[in-house]
């Protein structure tokens, strides 16, 4: 409050000679008939302050004390009602110590235990006013004042900042520090709740450093402890806060401050990248390390909670290298070390994730994030397939399955989060291929080699040796895949190119046992009945896995050089004799 004028009354202050009295007795009335101007009912002078109570507010969480600071307004009349002075008039409340002797005894009597937005009604006699002398040219001698008075705030130079905390989340990763950056929302309003500032009312957060002097001093206490999520009712005296200048026509000088703060989230620039495990497969036997190739599911979310993206929602996981640059470089960091199938939460502060600028509509500037993610799979682009025994047969095993061999088997695939993708269980019989023939992906062909029959395997196949980055039908891309294969028969193959072959040397006159009509002609029938029956008599072998008739007609037709539909003598030539006249020919 500035310096009084001439012309200002001086009804707050004590009149110079008007002692004051050593206690302060209040006399407490709930009626009082103001057209008596007495409230003594045999009609003498009042001995004391009359105080009417007529608004009392619910709560009153302090009440005013000899020593505290306040600050009110109100209305001053006599006994008839004429005014002869008001705060309202000045648009100025007044701003003063309580019981010092800077107001006049009866006010300072009827202050006293006051709420912050009680109303009272007091009644001043002159030995508690201005006495027999007056206040030349606006109060008689003798005169007994009527105040209407409000309480808006009060104070004391030993106060401290209150907190109160309104809300705190069950879990609490980190306490707001020195030094640290935070955003939080706030609603700032006086002490007798008149609001001044909002942070909803402009749609963003407060973004801030604590103890760095970029706050009032007792918001920069208040925010000290908080974690995120956290609602806090803070309390601030003036001295803490703007002090006797105020701030702007919003915040009146002296003024006591509260702030309802709602905690976004908080970081310090030396964070680093936090790590929780939350579950952790007992068979982790490799862990990711940069320039893996990973896949996973994330749930990624605000501080304070609020989802900003999640990859269950596309319903696809999240397909990248690690520890590449293709990521945030927090995330980078925390999927490195991850085991397939671990769930861990992966907390980046701004300056590894998305920085003061934040991206889009959902990650605003200097937020920190958090993300729940769960690793599917991952490889290296430079892995074989993982070969694991399950069972070998104790007997010898002597002779193992390679390439060219046909051979059928038992298998299960999976994913390795588990997820079911094929099993030869459910069809009548097992799986039948000849290895190396390009009839499966590289990496089941290349497991299954060298196994014994009734072996039991364990394969985890890379997706380049797999589906690849595309993936196939109910195979996502990029996938390892996991089998369990059984081996349950083998037979020898044929060596390449070659679609029969004779245990022993072949007949001398091959081409006269051929001809079995003995017309220098074999046709087809004759070819066939004669391959067949060198069969059934164990002198020979078709390729295995194949249907016999498409075999030896795939023999005949490659028998019948001008394709006449019947072979001659001249035709008929072994492999082994047509590899060697092309050598001839090369040479």
Same mark, same amino acid.
């Given at each position: 409050?500035?310096?009084?004028?001439?012309?200002?009354?001086? =009804?707050?202050?004590?009149?110079?000679?008007?002692?004051?009295?050593?206690?302060?007795?209040?006399?407490?009335?709930?009626?009082?008939?103001?057209?008596?101007?007495?409230?003594?009912?045999?009609?003498?002078? @009042?001995?004391?302050?009359?105080?009417?109570?007529?608004?009392?507010?619910?709560?009153?969480?302090?009440?005013?004390?000899?020593?505290?600071?306040?600050?009110?307004?109100?209305?001053?009349?006599?006994? !008839?009602?004429?005014?002869?002075?008001?705060?309202?008039?000045?648009? *100025?409340?007044?701003?003063?110590?309580?019981?010092?002797?800077?107001? %006049?005894?009866?006010?300072?009597?009827? +202050?006293?235990?006051?709420? =912050?937005?009680?109303?009272?009604? @007091?009644?001043?006699?002159?030995?508690?006013?201005?006495?027999?002398?007056?206040?030349?040219?606006?109060?008689?001698?003798?005169?007994?004042?009527?105040?209407?008075?409000?309480?808006?705030?009060?104070?004391?130079?030993?106060?401290?900042?209150?907190?109160?905390?309104?809300?705190?989340?069950?879990?609490?990763?980190?306490?707001?520090?020195?030094?640290?950056?935070?955003?939080?929302?706030?609603?700032? *309003?006086?002490?007798?709740?008149?609001?001044?500032?909002?942070?909803?009312?402009?749609?963003?957060?407060?973004? *801030?450093?604590?103890?760095?002097?970029?706050?009032?001093?007792?918001?920069?206490?208040?925010?000290?402890?908080?974690?995120?999520?956290?609602?806090?009712?803070? %309390?601030?005296?003036?001295?803490?806060?703007?002090?006797?200048?105020?701030?702007?026509?919003?915040?009146?000088?002296?003024?006591?401050?509260?702030?309802?703060?709602?905690?976004?989230? =908080?970081?310090?620039?030396?964070?680093?990248?936090?790590?929780?495990?939350?579950? +952790?497969?007992?068979?982790?036997?490799?862990?990711? =390390?940069?320039?893996?190739?990973?896949?996973?599911?994330?749930?990624?979310?605000?501080?304070?909670?609020?989802?900003?993206?999640?990859?269950?929602?596309?319903?696809?996981?999240?397909?990248?290298?690690?520890?590449?640059?293709?990521?945030?470089?927090?995330?980078?960091?925390?999927?490195?070390?991850?085991?397939?199938?671990?769930?861990?939460?992966? *907390?980046?502060?701004?300056?590894?994730?998305?920085?003061?600028?934040?991206?889009?509509?959902?990650?605003?500037?200097?937020?920190?994030?958090?993300? /729940?993610?769960?690793?599917?799979?991952?490889?290296?682009?430079?892995?074989?397939?993982?070969?694991?025994?399950?069972?070998?047969?104790?007997?010898?095993?002597? $002779?193992?399955?390679?390439?060219?061999?046909?051979?059928?088997?038992?298998?299960?695939?999976?994913?390795?989060?588990?997820?079911?993708?094929?099993?030869?269980?459910?069809?009548?019989?097992?799986?039948?291929?000849?290895?190396?023939?390009?009839?499966?992906?590289?990496?089941?062909?290349?497991?299954?080699?060298?196994?014994?029959?009734?072996?039991?395997?364990? @394969?985890?196949?890379?997706?380049?040796?797999?589906?690849?980055?595309?993936?196939?039908?109910?195979?996502?891309?990029?996938?390892? +895949? +996991?089998?369990?294969?059984?081996?349950?028969?083998?037979?020898?193959?044929?060596?390449?190119?070659?679609?029969?072959?004779?245990?022993?040397?072949?007949?001398?006159?091959?081409?006269?046992?051929? !001809?079995?009509?003995?017309?220098?002609?074999?046709?087809?029938? $004759?070819?066939?009945?004669?391959?067949?029956?060198?069969?059934?008599?164990?002198?020979?072998?078709?390729?295995?896995?194949? /249907?016999?008739?498409?075999?030896?007609?795939?023999?005949?037709?490659?028998?019948?050089?001008?394709?006449?539909?019947?072979?001659?003598?001249?035709?008929?030539?072994?492999?082994?004799?047509?590899?060697? $006249?092309?050598?001839?020919?090369?040479?």
């Amino acid at each position: 409050m500035g310096p009084r004028t001439h012309r200002e009354p001086h =009804v707050l202050g004590k009149l110079d000679g008007v002692p004051g009295r050593a206690h302060l007795e209040v006399r407490v009335v709930q009626t009082l008939e103001r057209g008596l101007g007495r409230a003594s009912p045999s009609g003498a002078p @009042l001995e004391d302050v009359v105080i009417e109570r007529y608004h009392i507010p619910r709560a009153c969480p302090r009440e005013v004390q000899m020593g505290d600071f306040v600050r009110y307004h109100y209305n001053g009349t006599f006994e !008839d009602g004429k005014k002869f002075d008001s705060s309202y008039d000045r648009s *100025t409340l007044v701003a003063i110590i309580v019981g010092v002797g800077r107001l %006049i005894t009866g006010m300072d009597r009827g +202050l006293m235990g006051m709420c =912050v937005n009680e109303r009272r009604r @007091l009644i001043i006699p002159p030995h508690l006013g201005y006495g027999s002398i007056g206040l030349a040219g606006l109060i008689p001698p003798d005169a007994t004042l009527y105040f209407d008075v409000v309480l808006l705030d009060v104070w004391n130079k030993e106060d401290t900042v209150q907190s109160t905390i309104l809300l705190r989340p069950p879990y609490c990763p980190r306490m707001v520090r020195n030094s640290d950056f935070v955003r939080y929302h706030y609603n700032g *309003t006086l002490l007798d709740g008149t609001a001044f500032d909002s942070s909803y009312s402009r749609g963003g957060t407060y973004d *801030t450093y604590i103890g760095s002097g970029w706050l009032i001093k007792g918001m920069d206490q208040g925010l000290l402890g908080m974690c995120p999520g956290e609602k806090r009712k803070i %309390i601030i005296p003036p001295f803490l806060a703007y002090g006797e200048k105020g701030y702007g026509t919003v915040i009146p000088p002296q003024a006591s401050l509260v702030f309802y703060v709602l905690l976004i989230d =908080v970081h310090n620039p030396k964070d680093t990248v936090q790590l929780e495990t939350l579950e +952790l497969p007992q068979d982790c036997v490799r862990r990711a =390390v940069a320039g893996d190739f990973m896949r996973y599911h994330y749930n990624g979310s605000l501080m304070d909670g609020t989802l900003f993206d999640s990859s269950y929602s596309r319903n696809h996981t999240y397909n990248t290298y690690v520890g590449q640059g293709y990521i945030i470089p927090g995330m980078d960091q925390g999927l490195q070390g991850a085991c397939i199938g671990e769930r861990r939460r992966i *907390t980046v502060p701004p300056h590894l994730a998305y920085g003061e600028n934040g991206t889009g509509d959902k990650i605003p500037g200097s937020a920190v994030l958090i993300f /729940d993610v769960h690793v599917i799979d991952f490889h290296n682009p430079a892995d074989p397939v993982e070969i694991k025994t399950l069972f070998r047969p104790p007997e010898s095993c002597n $002779e193992t399955a390679k390439i060219g061999d046909f051979i059928r088997y038992h298998y299960n695939c999976s994913l390795l989060d588990g997820t079911r993708l094929f099993s030869s269980h459910d069809y009548e019989a097992p799986q039948e291929i000849t290895l190396g023939a390009n009839k499966v992906i590289e990496g089941l062909d290349r497991g299954l080699q060298g196994m014994c029959v009734g072996e039991r395997r364990q @394969l985890i196949v890379p997706p380049h040796l797999a589906h690849g980055e595309n993936g196939a039908r109910g195979v996502p891309g990029s996938a390892v +895949l +996991l089998f369990e294969v059984e081996l349950i028969s083998r037979e020898d193959g044929l060596p390449a190119g070659y679609l029969f072959v004779w245990y022993q040397d072949p007949p001398a006159s091959l081409f006269e046992d051929m !001809d079995l009509n003995k017309d220098g002609e074999v046709p087809p029938e $004759e070819f066939s009945s004669f391959i067949k029956a060198q069969v059934n008599e164990g002198k020979g072998r078709l390729m295995p896995g194949q /249907d016999p008739d498409k075999t030896i007609s795939d023999m005949f037709q490659n028998q019948d050089r001008n394709q006449d539909g019947k072979i001659t003598a001249e035709e008929l030539k072994l492999k082994s004799d047509e590899d060697q $006249e092309r050598i001839h020919e090369e040479l």
